[in-house]
């Protein structure tokens, strides 16, 4: 198991695990709302968007991966200029 600080499984919630998934094993729930989705097309991620425009991430499990931690910690420079650019 990784570090305690990049890894959190919660099975008793109600949506676990929130992904269709081979297994259980190995499912992080660290960052259960990802960060990734206001990067939009560069989050890097399997998503598709609704009829309605909306994101959606449902066939992605970045944030659930055992390098999820490391891929989404390497975006946070993109996410900080998104949030400078829009404030």
Do not use: R, W
């Not at 499912?27 to 968007?49: I, K």
């Not at 449902?58 to 910690?73: A, D, F, R, V």
């Amino acid at each position: 198991m990784k570090e305690n600080h990049s890894y959190f499984q919660n099975k008793n919630c109600e949506y676990f695990p929130c992904h269709k998934v081979k297994s259980t094993d190995y499912f992080n729930c660290l960052f259960c709302y990802c960060p990734l989705y206001a990067l939009g097309e560069n989050c890097g991620g399997n998503f598709t968007y609704t009829e309605k425009k909306i994101k959606d991430c449902s066939n992605c499990l970045i944030p659930h991966s055992e390098n999820g931690y490391e891929y989404i910690n390497s975006k946070f420079p993109e996410i900080s200029a998104l949030a400078k650019k829009n404030k």
